[in-house]
């Protein structure tokens, strides 16, 4: 079945960055895109940005524009994100999905589990 | 950016009723509006997308409808499972951008 699983929760102090991996199982990863939306405590739903791993083009929010790197992996099948200069306000959950790449598509039909991202110093 | 705002954010409802929650945008566009329903601690799941398909599996007490600036998310004969937290999301342009969301309680 389809599937994106992601790696375990993360604690991190203040400045430093984050990678946090999606895997994906289930269909041809190629045809579908990976985006990255984060959950902060009892706070609603902020999309980070996605990739599209057939042609590697990514497009972000402008609220992360330079702090967020968005890779894939097709041998792999694995989507990454990464998060850089981190402070208390980026505890979170953070969760990959999928969609697919065209535009009318571009809803998330899976998600991954989410990861809980911590930031304390 | 689109802005999306749902409203109301908190609805108490008994089991039976029927609950309508919406979703306006700052900016007008025709279809492309999803929902999503979210319990405690767990992931969202999409019950809606191009307004008003339903996704397969999500029963039909759900519909949704709208266009321009206003959406709306019915849910027909509440049942306990419907308690939870529910989200609409624009992807007519990027950002894509998410409701607030609405939490639907038992009264």
């Known amino acids: 079945q389809v599937q994106l699983v992601q790696s375990g929760a993360e604690v991190e102090k203040p400045g430093a960055s984050v990678k946090v991996s999606c895997k994906a199982s289930?269909?041809?990863?190629?045809?579908?895109?990976v985006h990255w939306v984060r959950q902060a405590p009892g706070q609603g739903l902020e999309w980070m940005g996605w990739?599209?791993?057939?042609?590697?083009?990514?497009k972000y929010s402008q609220n992360f524009q330079g702090r967020v790197t968005i890779s894939s992996d097709t041998s792999a099948t694995t989507a990454y994100m990464e998060l850089s200069s981190l402070t208390s306000e980026d505890t979170a959950v953070y969760f990959c999905?999928?969609?697919?790449?065209?535009?009318?598509?571009?809803?998330?039909?899976?998600w991954g589990q989410g990861t809980q991202v911590t930031v304390s110093s | 950016d689109i802005q999306m705002t749902q409203s109301p954010s908190t609805l108490s409802a008994s089991v039976g009723d029927r609950v309508t929650i919406t979703c306006r945008a700052s900016?007008?566009?025709?279809?492309?509006l999803a929902w999503y329903q979210q319990k405690p601690g767990k992931v969202p799941n999409l019950l809606i997308y191009k307004t008003s398909t339903l996704e397969s599996g999500v029963p039909s007490r759900f519909s949704g409808s709208g266009s321009g600036t206003e959406f709306t998310l019915t849910i027909s004969n509440l049942q306990p499972d419907d308690f939870a937290t529910y989200y609409c999301?624009?992807?007519?342009?990027?950002?894509?951008?998410f409701g607030g969301g609405t939490k639907v309680e038992i009264k």
């Open positions: 289930g269909y041809s990863f190629t045809d579908y895109g």
């Open positions: 990739i599209n791993p057939g042609n590697v083009n990514t």
């Open positions: 999905a999928r969609s697919r790449p065209d535009r009318g598509w571009i809803y998330f039909d899976c």
């Open positions: 999301q624009q992807y007519h342009s990027y950002p894509l951008t």
């Open positions: 900016q007008s566009f025709s279809t492309w």
